[in-house]
């Protein structure tokens, strides 16, 4: 009798403890690897210098550089099947397929395709990858058997970042990205944060939004859910103390792995042109380095909020040795503009697919006050002045008026509120389950 009443006892102990899901939040530290500014030529404006942020990830157990690519839902990892050292010789590890227990081939490495966009050849595999404890099973991904110099020497490999359809029918779960994978594992679920700089290493969040990241309020604007990237609208501009000049609506892609920023020729011209800037080559604009630095420029939100870029991230600074300088703002004409490094260096950004929506603060700089809380929420702690930065006070807004817009495949949770109720349902579920079988295997004894 005793021995049955202890065995019941230690199995309700790991019943209650196997039972203690909490959903997530986790940050990962994004490593800088260059300043994103432009190089000059003697021939040209210059391609791009090296500008991508990376984190750590696994790949069926082995860490992998990765830089996060907002504009981007594919994923694709250099790999030991690519033998050409020029391709791989500078990168800083490979994936192994061959020693992970967890990896099979999707389709077979004879049929390789095209799958960076940029001379990237690759064929689907399929493995565990995982971050700060959280793993997406059986995700698949390109792995790259030729590369040719796509990668940044501290680089192996890209994660696509962007959004996915709403059709269930449109993607499997081994073909989500990772973060829609574990997004309804997360405090807030399907959110995640950027905090990067041009001159710092910075943060990805997920799951909570960090107050002492970013000063004063988020201006958030809805994303039109048809589309398929991190999308908003904007209607308007000024450049520095001038008036706001309305124009028609244009669409801009926040885009973690772009380097500059592509406006309307409408927009770009005149703003150049109130400095002294000329065009270059690659829809670029060149400045006289005199001029630094030039005016700020504001875009105004279709939601009536606005977005105040400081000028001294919109061109290369001057370093001396010349007259010309390099912008930073593109003017090719596109169905939608990319928002890349050079806004997101000076704006603390939010992710939220699960609110279909889109938010930008000001980062906070020491001595600021913390940012204000999105929504209904009430911070764990906060304090009303700061001379440095401290630690993080992270807050979750207990619900939202947004209309949501949940992943294909998963379970709407809108709020806290919400996700708290679906944990502490499959809690009892867990309890339940544990405390039946208990009395079986007692009462089998």
């Known amino acids: ?96 397929p061959n020693i992970s227990s967890t990896y099979h081939d999707e389709n077979d490495p004879s049929d390789a395709f095209d799958c960076g966009g940029q001379s990237v050849v690759c064929f689907m595999g399929v493995d565990d990858v995982a971050a700060a404890g959280l793993t997406a099973k059986g995700m698949a991904f390109g792995v790259a058997t030729h590369l040719e110099g796509v990668f940044d020497s501290g680089q192996a490999a890209t994660m696509g970042f962007g959004r996915q359809a709403n059709d269930p029918s449109s993607w499997l779960p081994r073909d989500q990205t990772f973060w829609l994978r574990i997004g309804n594992s997360l405090e807030m679920p399907y959110l995640f944060t950027v905090n990067i700089y041009q001159d710092q290493n910075g943060t990805f969040d997920f799951g909570f939004i960090d107050t002492t990241k970013y000063t004063g309020e988020i201006a958030f604007v809805p994303m039109d859910t048809t589309q398929t990237n991190w999308n908003f609208k904007m209607n308007g501009f000024a450049i520095g103390n001038g008036s706001v000049q309305t124009v028609d609506e244009f669409v801009g892609v926040v885009d973690t792995g772009g380097p500059n920023m592509g406006l309307p020729s409408y927009i770009v011209k005149p703003y150049f042109d109130s400095f002294g800037g000329s065009p270059s080559p690659g829809n670029s604009h060149d400045y006289p380095c005199s001029a630094y630095p030039p005016p700020d420029l504001t875009l105004y939100l279709e939601t009536g909020g606005k977005l105040v870029l400081n000028s001294t991230f919109l061109v290369d600074p001057p370093d001396g040795s010349q007259g010309t300088c390099n912008g930073r703002v593109d003017d090719s004409e596109q169905t939608a503009y990319n928002i ?36 209904n929420a009430t911070a764990s702690s906060s304090s009303s002045t700061a001379t440095s930065v401290p630690s993080s006070t992270i807050v979750s807004p207990e619900k939202s008026t947004a209309t949501s817009v949940a992943p294909a495949g998963t379970t709407t949770a809108h709020s806290r509120g919400n996700r708290t109720l679906d944990i502490q349902s499959e809690v009892l579920l867990r309890y339940v389950y544990y405390l039946f079988f208990s009395y079986i295997m007692c009462y089998s004894l």
């Not at 997101?344 to 992710?351: I, N, S, T």
């Open 1 to 96: 009798m005793y021995t049955r009443l202890i065995l019941i006892l230690s199995l309700l102990v790991s019943a209650i403890e196997s039972a203690n899901i909490t959903p997530k939040r986790f940050s990962i530290p994004a490593r800088r690897l260059g300043n994103g500014l432009r190089q000059r030529d003697e021939n040209e404006a210059g391609a791009d210098a090296t500008n991508h942020v990376v984190v750590d990830f696994t790949f069926g157990g082995q860490q992998i550089p990765v830089a996060l690519d907002s504009g981007s839902t594919f994923t694709y990892v250099a790999s030991t099947l690519d033998t050409n050292m020029g391709d791989t010789f500078s990168l800083p590890t490979l994936y192994n």
């Open 340 to 375: 890349g490094a050079c806004v997101l260096d000076q704006k603390f950004v939010v992710y939220d697919h699960a609110n279909a929506r889109i938010g930008f603060a000001d980062k906070r700089r020491d001595g600021q006050l913390e940012g204000v809380l999105p929504g």
